[in-house]
């Protein structure tokens, strides 16, 4: 509950090693051209799970108060609303651009 | 109590009453004073009058061009300013009433004033910030009127591209002074929610939190979650002008329904960021002069959160004829009827408070129930907007115009000056002439009506808005909206005149006017420097009518520290008579 | 929570309106979340335009991406991660009331954004030589697609923001580095590092989306 944790050089040591392991490994990823749409998945899977991990032990949500948590998945989630709404619309045009 | 057993195991307080001074010596205006204390104060209550000042300034500012407006509009042809000054003046009006008017007008003044001392804090949780973002919100507003001596803008207050992005005048001066305008509202919008989690007096759960509290809450949520893409799609709009990149010009290979889409993802939950704390006010205004407890208490906090949300939901109802998919049309048109249930939750609850009760008309409620008549119009006429086929016709005529006139003036300017009147006593410790305050509120209900109700009908038999010229069908009506308007112009004049009489002769207002049970009232008139002297504890409800006066007027015995959101409060060891 | 050390609120970057010290750094981390909120969602804004498009137009993106430099785009990735280590030990180090280790790490941090400036200038000054400008200026004949200058508006504007976000954290960090030269910060009192700490890796967060979604294109 209380936001003072403080963590052992072990953990950001740790998170640190892992955030480069991943960075290295989305680069290789890249260079071995897994075939659409997977490659996007998987860039973008590496990339969601680095950030959490950036936010959970760099960020201490892991030990933190709930509702911080909460606000960066909110966030999350109405950016999800916004992208989701848009290609409502933008990927069901019978022409991309209308009129021009 | 019942609460009093059953709490043997958590922390107890010790509490006893503090009556509070009709009229003190000290207060938070005569405690610090000359202009310099005003210009660097991190007073919450300071910072609300400036904006309360600055805000009523740029009303009158855009009521002018209203006025100005409505004046051309007497004759189907040119009455007395050209096309192009036509063109400036509305976009202005919309432009100064929305960004420097709506947006600011509860939350920031009122809401700065109230939320500290329903909270029973000593202030918001970042004072400085709060100053701050008063500053940003002036040099905002100084941007956007430099704008308009430095080339004007002729965009309408949507500046929708690709005209923005190629037309003349100062567009970009514009967007940067709404940018730097949007950032003060998110830092009030940042500071409001940390204040309503952080510093809750000892006792104030959020069962008990007021439903203005709870508004502020939904608006502020919007404000930070709405205004950065708005931020971001007016960036992206200057860097087209500047640097040319195109991401909306369809000559570059851009989208210009994608700025649409930005644009309404943020306005139309603005529209809810104008209009919700208005809800709030009205529940505590209804509470307190029905001398009932609020019917729905949960139902009306939690209809404000579900008004925050759905209002994210519908922003393609703006965009019907702009040549979005028709996929996305039918899901927005679906949605924006959500929209009507968590809003008759609220109107039902509210007209279901005032049964029975104990209703004394005194002229802040009188404000509400013009609100509830024009509110009303305002939302079904949404509802009508809403359906698509209908919108494709009545798109961009003055149908569309007199609806969100009547949400926004009848309804958040009703709210607005329901809520001035009410908490007047609080703010400048001394009482209007009641009778004049009727007398306006119904010159400003007719004069409201006669503008607006005619747009309806010429807008529904094709009138367009934002036009210079017209047919002369449409002169009549035109012209009673003209009258309409000068009406509604005195009668703002008139709160105008007596609410400043009443700052230097009106008489000394009593700590509670109204009687409520709301904590801002259960300090002196006008308060203290740091709002209270000793630390408040709240065991029941700010509408719990059906208790004794004392029971709201608790606060720690001794200077311990209460703080801590799970401490329960119980009446052991409470000594009522000890003052 | 309800043991509230009495000590704490002594401490003279108290406020007056706060009851607690513990009070004050929880209201201020709150703050800077819900703060950081805002700054997602005004990302969002690009980052939206950035999925229709690429949803319009995959092949542009995967032609356009070639002309960025994977390598030091992967370098500016290990430069942040870096960077966000160090805050993180600058935040650890001042719990533990290390008051040399909180400015030496500041310090690493400060010069490991300024890596990632200078890498970044040099890439764009790179592309202005091909004549690869955003928008209307893009002059750039290798990439056979019309739409080609979308793609580097859009790179431009993302990299640009992120790189503006890069530099106020900079500034906030000298700020910060000026300040535990001063000795102002300890186990009792460390809510600046703690919340510009926040921001920092919301901004390295920002880069490792960045990363992939333009350089890594296939």
């Known amino acids: 509950m209380s936001g003072h944790h403080i963590s052992t050089d072990k953990t950001l040591l740790g998170v640190a090693g892992a955030l480069l392991f991943l960075t290295i490994l989305t680069v290789g990823v890249h260079y071995i051209h897994i075939p659409s749409p997977w490659n996007i998945i998987v860039a973008m899977g590496i990339a969601i799970f680095k950030a959490t991990l950036v936010a959970m032990f760099f960020m201490n949500l892991y030990w933190d108060e709930q509702f911080n948590s909460l606000l960066l998945i909110s966030s999350i989630a109405f950016f999800a609303l916004l992208v989701a709404f848009t290609l409502l619309d933008t990927l069901f045009r019978p022409e991309i651009m209308p009129g021009f | 109590m019942d609460t009093a057993e059953s709490s043997s195991t958590l922390n107890k307080i010790q509490v006893q009453r503090f009556k509070p001074d009709d009229n003190p010596d000290k207060h938070y205006l005569n405690e610090e004073t000359g202009l310099w204390s005003w210009l660097t104060t991190v007073d919450h209550k300071k910072i609300g009058i400036m904006y309360l000042a600055s805000i009523t300034f740029f009303f009158f500012i855009g009521g002018l061009m209203a006025l100005l407006v409505r004046t051309e509009l007497w004759t189907p042809a040119k009455t007395f300013i050209e096309a192009n000054t036509y063109n400036q003046l509305f976009t202005l009006h919309g432009a100064v009433m929305i960004f420097l008017f709506l947006v600011p007008s509860v939350p920031a003044a009122l809401g700065n004033f109230i939320l500290p001392l329903q909270l029973g804090a000593k202030d918001v949780a970042f004072p400085r910030l709060n100053l701050l973002s008063y500053y940003l919100y002036l040099a905002g507003s100084f941007i956007a009127v430099y704008a308009i001596f430095s080339g004007g803008i002729d965009t309408g207050w949507t500046f929708y591209t690709p005209y923005s992005s190629s037309t003349g005048g100062a567009v970009t001066t514009m967007t940067f002074g709404v940018f730097v305008i949007g950032f003060s509202s998110i830092l009030t919008g940042v500071n409001f929610i940390t204040t309503i989690h952080k510093m809750r007096a000892p006792g104030l759960t959020w069962d008990k939190l007021p439903l203005f509290c709870w508004g502020l809450y939904a608006t502020s949520i919007i404000q930070i979650l709405a205004t950065p893409v708005l931020a971001i799609t007016l960036a992206l709009v200057a860097m087209e002008r500047i640097l040319g990149i195109g991401i909306f010009d369809p000559a570059l290979g851009g989208d210009p329904v994608l700025y649409q889409h930005f644009f309404w993802f943020y306005s139309h939950p603005a529209v809810y960021i104008m209009i919700v704390p208005g809800f709030g006010v009205v529940s505590e205004i209804i509470s307190t002069f029905s001398k009932k407890h609020i019917f729905g208490y949960w139902a009306i906090a939690l209809s404000s959160l579900a008004i925050a949300f759905i209002g994210f939901l519908v922003w393609g109802h703006h965009m019907f004829v702009s040549g979005q998919a028709t996929l996305a049309s039918m899901v927005f048109s679906f949605l924006t009827f959500l929209v009507g249930i968590p809003t008759g939750i609220k109107m039902f609850n509210w007209t279901a408070t005032l049964y029975k009760g104990s209703i004394k008309l005194a002229s802040p409620l009188l404000y509400i129930f013009g609100f509830f008549f024009l509110f009303l119009v305002g939302g079904l006429t949404g509802i009508v907007l809403g359906s698509i086929a209908l919108d494709v016709h009545l798109h961009d005529t003055y149908y569309v115009v007199a609806h969100f006139h009547f949400v926004m003036v009848g309804g958040m300017v009703m709210a607005f000056l329901a809520g001035l009147h009410y908490w007047w006593p609080k703010i400048t410790g001394k009482m209007y002439n009641e009778t004049m305050a009727k007398i306006a509120c119904g010159i400003i209900f007719v004069g409201f009506n006669v503008t607006f109700l005619p747009q309806f009908v010429m807008g529904s038999q094709g009138m367009p808005r934002r036009y210079f010229n017209y047919i002369e069908q449409f002169q009549p009506f035109h012209q009673v909206s003209t009258i309409g308007s000068y009406i509604l112009g005195l009668g703002f004049l008139m709160v105008f005149y007596y609410l400043v009489k009443s700052i230097y002769r009106g008489k000394q207002a009593p700590a509670n006017p109204w009687g409520s049970r709301a904590l801002e009232w259960q300090i002196s008139a006008m308060p203290p420097l740091h709002n209270f002297h000793h630390t408040p504890v709240i065991i029941n409800g700010p509408y719990d009518y059906h208790k004794p006066m004392e029971e709201f007027q608790l606060g720690l015995a001794e200077s311990g520290n209460g703080h801590g959101h799970d401490v329960e409060v119980t009446k052991e060891g409470e000594d009522l008579s000890a003052e | ?218």
Do not use: C
């Open chain 3, 1 to 218: 929570m309800a043991n509230h050390s009495s000590s704490a609120s002594e401490s003279r970057f108290m406020q007056h309106h706060f009851v607690d010290a513990d009070q004050q750094f929880d209201a201020a981390k709150m703050g800077m979340w819900i703060f950081l909120v805002t700054e997602i969602l005004f990302f969002g804004g690009l980052f939206a335009a950035y999925v229709v498009y690429r949803l319009w137009y995959p092949e542009l993106f995967t032609l356009a991406s070639e002309e960025l430099n994977t390598l030091w785009g992967g370098v500016n990735t290990v430069v942040l991660i870096g960077s966000s280590l160090t805050v993180a030990m600058a935040i650890k180090s001042a719990q533990l009331n290390q008051k040399k280790n909180i400015a030496i790490n500041l310090g690493i941090t400060l010069a490991l954004a300024g890596v990632f400036m200078v890498i970044k200038y040099f890439e764009w000054t790179h592309k202005f030589h091909l004549g690869i400008f955003p928008g209307e200026f893009y002059s750039f004949e290798g990439i056979d697609h019309p739409k080609a200058n979308i793609f580097f508006s859009l790179y431009y504007l993302m990299t640009g923001l992120h790189g503006i976000h890069v530099v106020i954290g900079m500034g906030l960090m000298a700020w910060l580095l000026w300040r535990s030269l001063k000795g102002h910060f300890n186990s009792e009192y460390y809510t600046p590092v703690e919340i510009t700490g926040l921001y920092w890796h919301l901004v390295d967060i920002i880069w490792i989306f960045l990363f992939p979604l333009f350089y890594l294109i296939d």
